[in-house]
């Protein structure tokens, strides 16, 4: 008699996406977060096998505190994290991945500030206290003296491949290729395929032996464009490939010459982004009753601190008094990419007595913001581009709105550097902040 002997069940295991999406309506949050840790599935792929966001984000919270709990890791973040009033479904291939919660974040208006003859609320997002205060105080004696007046003055995206060629003399004949009048007009041509609203502005090559860094430029519309703008640079890569540069190698597609999110001279010189400049002029008796100074003293103290000062520390476009918090509390407030804040931030503030009055302005060579795309797209994000109506293309005119906003950020610093080197002149920093951050 031949005896029967079952096959004891087998667990359920998945190795494909295939079999997950065949399987996950089925199991609940506990029996995925057990599939994840005996390696069935990546916490990577929870994004494409659950088409509920939310239910991601639960799944991932309980495999990291599962984790935790097995590395004696503090799991506090499970009950202090929030999650569940946000929409995930706006992050998912967007913003982050591996999303477990959001982030609290203080946000402040500050102003409103007169910006070329339109009044504007300021979105300030920040955990340092008497800086909201501070930008208010300067856009209240900015605008009893009728505002503030920006300029665009040029508006291009960078991306900078390096490449290698075998010999210095090869290197120098691409050069040669691609700055000519011929090279300029093939990469322009390609750029018509990528996207309407890429517009090739100019190249540089700069070859350093056998390598050669190309500085590629370009508009890209009301975007920030840095997909933009790397899509455009491997396209004319080929393009220099197949005008008969095949012995050439790509070695990166960003070379470090671009420059993205470091400071550098080039973006410094020449500009990366929006190149906007804002200027008020302060009558000297404002300048007296409201900032509590003098005209004279806020120059002096300028030329002293913000330029002498970081020239001595040997700063690239840190000639300023405090651009940087202004910059990155707008760019966490309206979606933007916070490390481009380091070049954002490149500032030179100057003063000059005008008939005795304090004429005031900040140049500002690089910002980089754009109204579509990445961060823009969250909720509460957009809702403050509509705060400042920027939000999303302009219809009539591309890139107007991105400008724009590289205009509000220019006027919010000009704003927050005379309150700042006001409160410096008069002597009364410290007193302010531990007023306004100290609890009683």
């Given amino acids: 008699m031949t005896q029967t002997i079952e096959s004891p069940p087998v667990p359920l295991k998945v190795n494909t996406l295939d079999n997950v999406g065949k399987n996950y309506k089925n199991l609940s949050n506990e029996d995925i977060v057990e599939l994840c840790l005996n390696g069935s599935i990546s916490m990577k792929d929870l994004d494409s096998l659950i088409h509920n966001p939310l239910q991601v984000v639960e799944v991932r919270r309980e495999l990291l505190r599962t984790q935790c709990r097995s590395e004696n890791i503090s799991t506090s973040f499970y009950e202090s994290l929030p999650y569940k009033d946000f929409d995930f479904s706006h992050v998912v291939g967007t913003c982050c991945e591996n999303a477990i919660g959001y982030l609290t974040v203080p946000l402040g208006i500050a102003g409103p500030l007169i910006v070329d003859q339109k009044l504007t609320f300021l979105p300030i997002a920040t955990t340092e206290g008497a800086l909201v205060a501070s930008i208010s105080r300067g ?38 290729w691609i700055e000519s009048p011929e090279g300029k007009s093939a990469i322009a041509k390609e750029f018509s395929t990528i996207s309407r609203f890429a517009s090739f502005t100019d190249i540089r090559a700069f070859p350093v032996g056998e390598l050669l860094y190309l500085r590629l430029s370009a508009t890209t519309g009301d975007a920030m464009g840095m997909n933009m703008i790397s899509l455009a640079a491997g396209k004319m890569l080929s393009v220099m490939k197949n005008a008969g540069f095949d012995d050439m190698i790509t070695v990166t597609l960003s070379g470090n010459v671009c420059s993205d999110k470091k400071a550098s001279a080039i973006n410094w010189i020449e500009g990366r982004g929006k190149s906007v400049a804002a200027q008020a002029r302060i009558p000297k008796d404002l300048v007296e009753k409201m900032l509590k100074t003098t005209p004279q003293a806020l120059i002096e103290l300028n030329t002293s601190k913000n330029l002498i000062g970081s020239a001595v520390s040997g700063a690239i476009g840190g000639f300023n008094a405090h651009a940087s918090n202004i910059v990155s509390a707008i760019f966490l407030a309206t979606g933007q990419d916070i490390a481009q804040n380091v070049e954002s931030s490149s500032c030179i503030t100057t003063m000059s007595l005008v008939e005795n009055d304090l004429q005031i302005s900040v140049t500002m060579p690089s910002i980089e913001v754009g109204t579509v795309g990445g961060g823009t797209n969250l909720q509460t994000q957009g809702s403050l581009l509509d705060l400042l109506d920027v939000r999303g293309p302009n219809p009539e005119n591309p890139g107007q709105n991105a400008q724009k906003l590289a205009k509000i950020v220019a006027a919010a610093v000009l704003a927050g550097e005379l309150s700042l080197c006001s409160a410096l002149a008069a002597g009364d920093l410290v007193r302010s902040h531990l007023d306004l951050n100290r609890r009683k």
Avoid at 143 to 157: K, P, Q
């Fill in 139 to 176: 856009s209240k004696v900015i605008n009893e003296s009728g505002g503030v007046e920006t300029f665009l003055m040029a508006d291009s995206m960078t991306r900078a491949p390096c490449v290698k060629f075998p010999t210095l003399a090869r290197a120098i004949d691409a050069k040669g």
